[in-house]
T-cell receptor
Framework: KAGVTQTPRYLIKTRGQQVTLSCSPI?????VSWYQQTPGQGLQFLFE???????NKGNFPGRFSGRQFSNSRSEMNVSTLELGDSALYLC??????????????FGPGTRLTVT | GENVEQHPSTLSVQEGDSAVIKCTYS??????FPWYKQELGKRPQLIID?????GEKKDQRIAVTLNKTAKHFSLHITETQPEDSAVYFC????????????????FGQGTILTVHP
């Protein structure tokens, strides 16, 4: 099976702009989680989607939002970008179709730089 | 919320030695504990995981142990090789408020493992 894919891989934006990142999970996986990775804060959970519904949310401001489509592909959006939003954004897919499947497999990430 | 502490932050070993990385967690409701390996510029890769109903799990040179009472778990790598050099992350999975999802992983800060030939 093809792995998790993310587009774009690299992005440069200016403060105040907004950005949309895309994630395609492994075929058959219905859960997508998003994480932010920075040198200072490490890996931090943003949110999880399952069957087009947000099931879990981390401690990020409302400028960070996401959605999931019927084919399980997911997008996350960051509005009014700040310098501190510069990070590697990773999505992870899981075969979870109940609470008994926990494994998460990561995509290559989108490197976002805000100037 | 859940908090995961990981030690040490850096670990340097000679090829063939063993390496041990330890993590503690705070939420007694956590029941899934994966370990990820991340090489420079690459995605985190799931290398082994353990669920709370098991005390130990082994996969070739890698093993993980879990002590639920003390709320800590450890990664053990035996016969280390230079290609084991990477950043290793532990994580704990906690549920949402409704208890219907364990999709939130809380990560430790990572351990930079260097294996010298």
């Amino acid at each position: 099976k093809a792995g998790v894919t993310q587009t774009p891989r690299y992005l440069i934006k200016t403060r105040g702009q907004q950005v949309t990142l895309s994630c395609s999970p492994i075929s058959g996986h219905r859960s997508v989680s998003w994480y932010q990775q920075t040198p200072g804060q490490g890996l931090q959970f943003l949110f999880e989607y399952f069957s087009e519904t947000q099931r879990n949310k981390g401690n990020f401001p409302g400028r960070f939002s996401g959605r999931q489509f019927s084919n399980s592909r997911s997008e996350m959006n960051v509005s009014t970008l700040e310098l501190g939003d510069s990070a590697l954004y990773l999505c992870a897919s899981s075969p979870r179709d109940s609470t008994s499947s926990y494994e998460q497999y990561f995509g290559p990430g989108t490197r976002l730089t805000v100037t | 919320g859940e908090n995961v502490e990981q030690h040490p932050s850096t670990l340097s070993v000679q090829e063939g030695d063993s390496a041990v990385i330890k993590c503690t967690y705070s939420d007694s409701a956590s029941n899934y504990f994966p370990w990820y390996k991340q090489e420079l510029g690459k995605r985190p890769q799931l290398i082994i995981d353990i669920r709370s109903n098991v005390g130990e799990k082994k996969d070739q040179r890698i093993a993980v142990t879990l002590n639920k009472t003390a709320k800590h778990f450890s990664l053990h790598i035996t016969e280390t090789q230079p290609e084991d050099s990477a950043v290793y992350f532990c994580a704990a999975s906690s549920s949402n408020a409704g208890g219907t999802s364990y999709g939130k992983l809380t990560f430790g800060q990572g351990t930079i493992l260097t294996v010298h030939p």
